[in-house]
């Protein structure tokens, strides 16, 4: 009874977490994005600067009408929205904010949230094939291949972590960081950065849905609530990869009072990676799509691989 | 291949910071934004909002019509016998307004009405917020015209080194001795009186006579007076709100 109990307190709470901290990620870029080119952003919805503007789109998108195209793969075109928000549900599940506050703790946590989030592409992928749409299928080719060609720095960065720590849970690395690892382990957190807003297909990697290109990628043909979910995807992973990022780079809850108030460094932290993130955006233009895998094999992979070495060669030095 | 990139990839790392630097200063900064129908733009005086008739100015000439581009201007009159003032006298004729409109669906804004206008009946106004839902709304009669013409801001000052108003330099001249009495007698309370009111009778009494000698001694007085007329729209002045009482009355 009290275990049917505390698995629907963890889940309901998981899930209010993943329908308001992307939220408040898209309300920050928002306003962010907008005083960084000298506007105001939203300032109407809900009274106090815009606060619900994010909170009137969602009622906007319920209303619009749901299309499915004529020549789409019916069954794949509608499913294909579900594939990409849920992984990042899952992956919002084990990622720790402090020991106590956590969804599941799952042992190998680290492996797990890089397994489910590399599931999200498949979303993109079913879009773009079941749209019957060239544009579509551009863009789906383009996230897949920026998708496969930005994973391998991924793993290799959160590998070097993981080493550094001795762990492959999230919460076992967290514990081991040491003020040390914003040193040594920087050229991996540079990595992991890059290749993560390249997962996201954020700007400046949004090259799979550049809108002068191919009008919207892969979402071309969504409408209504299921082009809801593929934006809020799109959030719920910034959210992801930025916790991802302060727990493994910037030791997640350790600072003052981090018994009482851990959870609120990673939080914190995590905010500021997504600051970081909305900032990449606004300041950077997109890279071509040549330049894109450039970077990704010629500079992120060696260097990633560089990093691998460095942790390895130090972790057996220093046992 | 590779050849070209290397010294662009040295060169993207300080363009990449600067990126992040000009947002980063422009986030520190107050925004450009003005929330317009919340807090009124600032708009210079001779903006070109609406045309705004002072309908005491007009003798329905139909100048205004005839120079319109668009032909957007709409104007019927009827002519009135003002019974002699004087006993054995004659009977005078002028005209009286019925009718003035503009289609503001079809003013391209250009004003050649405003500009032409021998006794400045029409002003831009700053006016712009009279949006309609139908496009046949916009078509505005003489009443709606005059509710903008306490909008139209006073005239700019004169420069400092310029020459007297035409009207100002005439009402100041020393009369002339009376030499032609009967000449004089009309032109003389010409100079002396403000001439907007002096001018009005004058002008009635005109129309009477063929339109072809009218016209070439009228624009040069116009001419001159066009940068140097404070008296005319002083006339309007009275009824001339400020730019407060401007965004008052539109809310």
């Known amino acids: 009874m009290t275990d049917a109990l505390e698995v629907t307190l963890r889940s309901v709470s998981v899930l209010a977490a993943f329908l308001v901290l992307p939220l408040l990620v898209g ?13 105001l952003g939203p300032m109407y919805a809900g009274g106090f600067h815009g606060w619900a503007q994010l909170v009137a789109d969602g009622v906007k998108f ?51 949230v890089l397994a489910t989030t590399a599931v999200g592409i498949l979303g993109t992928l079913m879009a773009g094939w079941a749209s019957a749409n060239k544009y579509s299928l551009l863009g789906a080719m383009r996230s897949a291949a920026q998708l496969l060609s930005y994973e391998l720095p991924l793993v290799l960065s959160v590998a070097s972590f993981c080493l550094a720590a001795g762990s492959l849970s999230l919460g076992g690395i967290a514990q081991a960081w040491s003020p040390w690892w ?21 700007p400046p990697f949004d090259m799979p849905i550049a809108d002068a290109e191919i009008v919207f990628g892969a979402y071309t ?99 | 291949m590779s050849e070209p990139r290397t010294p662009r990839s040295g060169g993207a790392l300080p363009g990449l910071l600067k990126g992040l630097a ?90 050649i009405c405003v500009e032409v206008c021998p006794f400045d009946a029409l002003h831009w106004s700053p006016e712009f917020e009279y949006s309609e839902l139908d496009i046949r709304d ?13 909008t139209v801001p006073p005239p700019p000052a004169l420069d400092p080194a310029s020459a007297e108003p035409a009207e100002v330099a005439a009402a100041n001249k020393p009369p002339r001795p009376a030499r032609a009495a ?43 007076s066009v940068p140097a007329e404070p008296p005319t729209p002083p006339s309007a002045t009275p009824e001339t709100g400020t730019p407060e009482t401007k965004s008052g009355e539109e809310a």
């Open chain 1, 62 to 112: 319920v209303q619009k009408e749901d299309i499915t195209p004529a020549a789409a793969d019916r069954g794949v075109f509608r499913f294909a929205p579900a594939v990409a928000l849920v992984p990042y549900l899952v992956a919002m599940a084990v990622i720790p904010l402090s020991p106590d506050v956590v969804g599941a703790d799952v042992p190998a946590s680290a492996l797990f």
């Open chain 1, 221 to 319: 043909e969504y409408t209504g609530l299921r082009f809801a979910f593929f934006l809020l995807a799109e959030y719920a992973g910034i959210v992801v990869m930025s916790l991802l990022f302060a727990i493994l780079y910037l030791g997640g809850w350790q600072g003052p009072f981090s018994d009482q108030v851990g959870w609120l460094w990673t939080m914190l932290k995590g905010l500021v990676i997504a600051v970081v993130i909305i900032w990449m955006r606004v300041a950077w233009p997109r890279l071509r799509e040549d330049q894109l895998q450039h970077l990704a094999w010629i500079v992120l992979v060696p260097l990633a691989l560089a990093q691998l070495a460095l942790t390895g060669v130090w972790v057996v030095v220093s046992a």
């Open chain 1, 182 to 202: 914003l040193l040594w382990q920087l050229p991996g957190a540079l990595v992991f950065l890059v290749a993560a807003v390249a997962e996201l297909q954020r």
């Open chain 1, 27 to 39: 309300q920050a870029e928002h306003k962010v994005m907008a005083h960084m080119q000298g506007r």
């Open chain 2, 138 to 150: 916009l078509l505005h009669e003489k009443d709606r015209l005059a509710q903008w013409m306490p």
């Open chain 2, 182 to 224: 009967g000449a004089a007698t009309t032109a003389r309370p010409d100079r002396q009186e403000p001439p907007a009111r002096a001018e009005r009778p004058t002008r009635a009494e005109r129309p009477e006579r063929p339109a072809r000698a009218e016209r070439p001694p009228r624009p040069d007085p116009p001419a001159d």
């Open chain 2, 22 to 111: 000009t947002t980063a200063r422009t986030l520190g900064r107050p925004t450009h934004t003005t929330e317009y129908p919340d807090a009124p733009p600032h708009l210079p005086p001779r903006s070109r909002g609406v045309i705004a008739l002072l309908e005491e100015n007009c003798t329905s000439c139909m100048l205004c019509a005839r120079e319109c581009p668009d032909w957007c201007i709409y104007i019927d009159s009827h002519k009135e016998t003002i019974p002699a003032s004087t006993p054995g006298g004659r009977e005078r004729q002028r005209n009286v307004l019925d009718r003035f409109a503009i289609d503001f669906s079809l003013c391209m804004y250009c004003g």
